[in-house]
């Protein structure tokens, strides 16, 4: 693609309604989408039970699901469940989530997080928070992980390892997540990550860490010993990259707000070798504030997790995780993935 895509902001359109994927009994994040063989379109998404809280509940419950829809828009129906629970053995055994769908020739490749841990399944009234045994276990042991399939519809193979571990006295010492790939025409890989590094035996700050791979199935090493945004001036996650033709380009969630001016929305920024990165002129790339297709506005209480729908080389929806709710996740009680039209340049 040769577009350089600025000022994506600017781009927004109103957000259809009843646009997006959502379950009943399920709280629902990660929209991630591709158009499948079938010439419909398949979100990758993630889901757990509502008899856990929003957070942390995912790190213990989560699974990567499908949803259909003949539109971008939307709404999206259930489908299938793709990356079920396979065993406390398995890396990603108890919990898979943060998927990211992608393809290189005839191969679907999913990106997504997984993590184990050997403790019980929490029960429906059974209080669970971050102090809980399994929810320390399963944050330590995120890590970031593929599947692949010749069809949308799988089945889908899953590696007994993951492609990014942790790496001992660096600054993923902790955990790697929220895989954010660019594969090339050759098969080669970017992949931007999140990552936390061990302070003591807890974990420190969000911070982005760059790897590359010369092909999708690995294996793929670190390109860069520090993150890739300065930690003492960036506080950032959900990164979301794409490659121009000529640069990258990356939209992520400002945590404090510093950048963009407003708490958790989205910088945008870009880069020639995906390891020195510049603002935008612009930097903001997209808002909490949400302007609907029926004249209303809401401000989301969530709007996470960016992923951008590209067709024909031009960007022409962004999905986010939302959430209703004054803000944080303890008070929302509905979540979902909307989707917002973007204008063409």
């Known amino acids: 693609m040769s577009i350089q895509t600025k000022n994506l902001y600017d781009r927004l359109q109103p957000a259809p309604k009843n646009g997006g994927f959502r379950m009943e009994g399920y ?14 379109f398949h979100m990758f998404a993630s889901r757990w039970p509502k008899h856990l809280p929003m957070h942390p509940g995912w790190l213990v419950h989560s699974e990567v699901v499908r949803a259909v829809s003949d539109t971008p828009e939307g709404p999206y129906a259930f489908e299938e469940i793709v990356l079920p629970a396979r065993g406390a053995e398995y890396w990603d055994g108890r919990s898979t989530h943060n998927p990211h769908i992608t393809k290189h020739g005839d191969t679907y490749v999913l990106y997504y997080m997984g993590s184990t841990n050997p403790l019980a399944d929490v029960q429906p009234g059974e209080e669970f928070g971050l102090t809980d045994p399994r929810c320390i276990v399963a944050r330590a042991n995120k ?59 807890v974990h420190g700050n969000m911070m982005i860490g760059a790897a590359r791979a010369d092909h999708f199935e690995g294996p793929y090493r670190v390109v860069s010993e520090d993150p890739v945004f300065p930690p003492a001036k960036f506080h950032l996650e959900d990164p979301f990259i794409w490659h121009t033709g000529e640069r990258y380009e990356l939209i992520a969630k400002d945590m404090d707000g510093r950048i963009c001016g407003e708490l958790h929305a989205g910088i945008q920024a870009h880069s020639i070798d995906g390891l020195t990165w510049h603002l935008s002129d612009n930097p903001k790339a997209y808002s909490r504030n949400v302007r609907w297709d029926d004249g209303t506005e809401t401000v989301m209480g969530s709007f996470e997790r960016p992923f951008i729908l590209f067709q024909d080389g031009k960007p022409t929806h962004l999905f986010a995780a939302t959430a209703d709710g004054a803000g944080g996740f303890s008070k929302a009680s509905h979540t979902w993935n909307m989707v917002v039209p973007i204008a063409s340049e």
């Open 143 to 201: 890590r970031i992980g593929i599947a692949t399939s010749t069809s949308v519809f799988g089945p889908w193979e899953r590696r007994d390892a993951p492609i990014l571990p942790t790496r001992p006295g660096h600054f993923d010492s902790f955990l790697t997540s929220n895989p954010a790939p660019v594969i090339h025409e050759d098969g080669s890989v970017m992949l931007i990550y999140k990552a936390r590094q061990y302070e003591g035996n």
């Open 27 to 40: 709280w629902v994040w990660c929209g991630s989408v591709i158009k499948g063989e079938d010439g419909r």
